[in-house]
């Protein structure tokens, strides 16, 4: 009898029921319809010589020449690197900094506080990378910079920051940190806030200091999360935050050597070029890295930590 109710409330019944969540949903499966599944027909251009006017059924076949331009070009073998490193650097210390704060923030008992350290801690993210490219240019200018200001009070001599290549990898892991650590600190809230009150209470009963409850029943309980959230960020880890690196770096060649990453490289290269299927070729490498770096962290995790994997 169960059997037959369950089978008579399918999709449809659901959506009866439910018409507002499904209406909220919809802009978002939309989009993901139109420009996820709807575009897979166009990788077949990482293989062609694609022409508009023939168009990706008609263009002429050209086997692996595509990824040639990417694989042989002098640049890959940095490009590739500075993509990882960066991206790793972006992991970790985003991470680190999001569950400090995330597990400070759950230490305070002022709701006041609480509230608005939360909105100030959100308000960078909502900042385009291209003010942010503004302000930094504020304060590396190599005459009006902020940095360099304080540099000459002090007696030492003024660097010429956007000719330094080896120092922008740490300023942009710092600004990333700065930008995506308030939102990913909300994620990370939330999960321990659904940890059970009683486990901490038991741990108070038995003598336990706050550190101790943090070390011995929130960090632990919180893992799970975490790993999560960076089995979803290593997905994207050869894929550069392109609005960030053309914001900040633009077409500055002296600073390619420590952050020219894949994103930007293509992008200049479609720009000179004009070849999309070179654009699409390096576009699946980029994916395929991905979806392996993936299904690879995720069994590693599910043998080790069988509650952090995503499945």
Known sequence: MNRQIKA???????????????LLLLPAITYTFLFGYCTYPYIIIAFQKFNYRSGIFNSEFVGLKNFEFFFKSNAAATVIGNTLKLNLLFILFTTVASVTVAILLNEVRSRLFMRVNQSLMLFPHYISWVVVGYMLYGFFSTEYGVVNQILKMAGMDSVNWYSTASAWPSILVIMK???????????????????????????????????????????PLLMPTVCILTLLSIGKIMFGDFGM???????????YPTTDIIDTYVFRALRQTGNPSQAMAVGLFQSLIGFIMVFGSNKLVNRFFPDGALY
């Not at 019944?13 to 507002?20: A, D, G, L, M, V």
């Not at 990370?188 to 108070?204: C, K, M, P, R």
């Not at 690196?245 to 600073?255: P, Q, T």
């Open 8 to 22: 008579k409330r399918g999709f449809v019944w659901h959506i009866r029921r439910h018409p507002y969540r499904y």
């Open 177 to 219: 940190v700065w930008k995506g650590t308030g939102m990913d600190a909300v994620i990370y809230l939330a999960s321990i806030t659904g940890i059970d009150a009683t486990l901490y209470e038991a741990a108070e009963i038995d003598g336990a200091n706050r550190w101790q409850q943090i070390r011995s029943i929130t960090i």
């Open 245 to 255: 690196f053309y914001a900040i770096i633009g077409d500055n060649g002296v600073l």
